[in-house]
């Protein structure tokens, strides 16, 4: 009995000890409330292009052609044709456009110059012409995750100045 007296005393002593214990402790709470909204998007790659291209795989891909002329040798990744009246250097440019959070099955694709032509010079891009004050279809039925490939001409004038002919093709994609 002495016995079952202590160990209840002992586990009296015991509960007032953790109740104790448990009211001198402290504790804080809080919330983290997260809102966002999934956007849908598109992203554009060139992905090849004539010249020592450099940037392939980005959006935003430079190619250099070197010293050209029509009784040059064609620089890597081009053709030379001689005119009567002008010379083209022709070549391909593949752009891949990949998508998001998006139900459109296929994209618009159009390009635009960056700039005027210099004077004697017309950029092409699947036979059309490009200018720096209208954009171009190339494609209103592109296919999302391929590379598509479009025929690329620089037609340069035999009257055409000695002159650097830089300019930017600048691609936009707008899902259908």
Known sequence: MKT?????????????CMCAQNAFAQTASGTLTVTGTISSSLTLLVQNAGGTTSGTGTAAATSALGNISKFGSAPTGFTLARGASNWTLSSTVGVEVDKANLTSTDYTLTAQLGSAPASGVTWKLNGSTLS???????????????TGSYSWDIVVADSASAAAIDNTINFTATAN
Do not use: E, H, R
Not at 132 to 146: N, P, R, V
């Open 4 to 16: 079952t007296l202590k160990m209840a005393s002992l586990a009296a002593v015991l509960a007032i």
């Open 132 to 146: 720096d004050s209208a954009a171009t279809t190339l494609t209103s039925t592109g296919t999302f995750a391929s």
